[in-house]
Nanobody, 124 residues
Framework: QVQLVESGGGLVQAGGSLRLSCAAS????????VAWFRQAPGKERDIVAS????????YYADSVKGRFAISRDDAKNTVYLQMNSLKPEDTAVYYC?????????????????WGQGTQVTVSS
């Protein structure tokens, strides 16, 4: 089992950058595939990016390709989401999720473990 805690959210102007962190507990964290999802008010929870165990493969939603980068530091049990060129439409609560079997899965149902979320607000 793994527990996840997100941090790094906040208020930023359009065009700015933020780096989200997802800190995990548990010595088995390196075997987990990890994803970032986001959910805006009144909308579904959608995948933003994912990274497989070992960092061998990554996936990005079309809306963030070229602007966001996901990475992991297994020595620190942490996954990062670097967000650049932020837009007002990126405003949402961002969640970190992990699964031992998801691979590059894209749906929330395939991830067993979730953090509490961190708010990202981009002003125009």
């Amino acid at each position: 089992q793994v527990q996840l805690v997100e941090s790094g959210g906040g208020l930023v102007q359009a065009g700015g950058s933020l780096r989200l962190s997802c800190a995990a507990s548990g010595r088995t964290f390196p075997i987990y595939d990890v994803a970032w999802f986001r959910q805006a008010p009144g909308k579904e929870r959608d995948i933003v990016a994912s990274i497989t165990s070992g960092g061998t493969s990554t996936y990005y939603a079309d809306s963030v390709k070229g602007r966001f980068a996901i990475s992991r530091d297994d020595a620190k049990n942490t996954v990062y989401l670097q967000m650049n060129s932020l837009k007002p439409e990126d405003t949402a609560v961002y969640y970190c999720a992990a699964s031992a079997t998801a691979g590059l899965a894209r749906t929330a149902a395939q991830f067993a473990y979730w953090g509490q979320g961190t708010q990202v607000t981009v002003s125009s």
